[in-house]
């Protein structure tokens, strides 16, 4: 869907490294070796994104470190865009919302830190979930955004007992109603 829109390959994996996670930060070096272009390519379009201030930027020493313009005007169009784009949006739309009792949602891996690598590592936490419907509708929207998605159930309790080797890596929540974590719904 991008694709269509905006020709700039280097600037879709702009905006989806810092719209799918508007936490993620990034430096010039960095993102080139990420994306395996050149500090050029990825310059030049840094700059157009700073200067339509899309993109924030701030010096941490020796490097000027990137970030999504949360407070932009189109901040949540642009964000809406990016997660409609990968499919996220469905996720929650017809797994999250069609499961009862999710008392906390999130995804980790690859599209946590803004990658769009076609595989969406969701967790889902609850102690009343129906597996065979999270099976089902797994199917039903891989088949809607085409990609693949792994879903990991867990109950509240094996949660708590995993939660510290979960809060290690980056993840992109995407509801949150208790179990101490920030409510972010997406809906």
Known sequence: ???SLITSQTRIKLLLRFFLNPEN??????????????????RVELN???EAKILTSSKEG?????QANTRHPLFNDIRSIVLKSTGI????SNILNKLGDVQLAFIRGDYAVGK????IDLVIVGDSINLNEVERVRRKTENL??????VLTLTVEEYRKLKENFSKEPRLILLGKSINEECINYG
């Open 1 to 3: 869907m991008l694709n």
């Open 25 to 42: 930060r990034g430096y010039l070096r960095q993102l080139a070796g990420e994306f395996g272009e050149s500090t050029n390519s990825i």
């Open 48 to 50: 157009k994104l700073s």
């Open 62 to 66: 020796r490097n000027k470190i990137y």
């Open 89 to 92: 949006d469905k996720v929650v």
């Open 116 to 119: 769009d690598s076609g595989l």
């Open 145 to 150: 955004i085409k990609r693949k998605i792994s």
